[in-house]
């Protein structure tokens, strides 16, 4: 009876003890991680030229709260992805979302700086730039764009960077 005992005591220490070093790991491995996210690197097949880029402009509303994106001249393209990324009192703020094409070589997309809920708005203060990048996804692969913006500026027309992505 007393070996008995002897050998539950030995498993639960056993156990408790192996339990505690994965706790301790598990605690140690989230505490080192920096809690940024690593993106997917992309394979990039080749950079594009201008004129293989579609052309694009951001239009801000007069109280810049309000943005409009136009994409003209889409060439073989399924979908756009667009992410625009900015600053608003030294906080990096975006916009996510996808537009869905069906044949169509020009868009228009109104895009809010801020969110709202049941009608009620709450604009991002202070954005004086940032970037806008778009991913046009077709047959060919993705082609990534990528253009900065400053809403201060006059010239609406952005200057794009492109990538084809097989």
């Known amino acids: 009876m007393k070996k008995n005992i002897a050998v539950i005591l030995v498993v639960l220490i056993s156990l408790v003890a192996v339990i505690t070093v994965v706790m301790l790991l598990a605690k140690n491995k989230s505490s080192s ?9 992309e394979q990039v097949s080749k950079e594009l030229s201008s004129e ?11 109280d810049k709260r309000e943005l409009t994106l136009e ?3 889409i060439k073989n393209a399924t979908s756009i992805e667009y992410e625009l990324t ?12 996808t537009i869905n094409l069906s044949g ?28 806008l990048t778009l991913r046009l996804r077709g047959p060919e692969g ?8 400053d809403l201060n500026s006059k010239n609406y027309q952005l200057t794009l960077k492109g990538w084809l992505i097989k």
């Open 71 to 73: 994409i003209k001249d």
């Open 33 to 41: 991680s920096t809690g940024k996210v690593t993106p997917t690197p």
């Open 52 to 62: 293989e880029l579609p052309s694009a402009r951001l239009i801000p509303r007069a």
């Open 104 to 131: 169509e070589t020009s868009i228009s997309r109104k895009i809010l700086l801020g969110t709202c809920s049941r009608n009620v708005c709450k604009y991002d203060e202070g954005v004086t730039d940032g970037m």
């Open 142 to 149: 993705i082609v990534k764009i990528t253009a900065d913006f």
């Open 86 to 97: 900015y600053l608003s009192k030294g906080l990096s703020r975006g916009v996510v979302g």
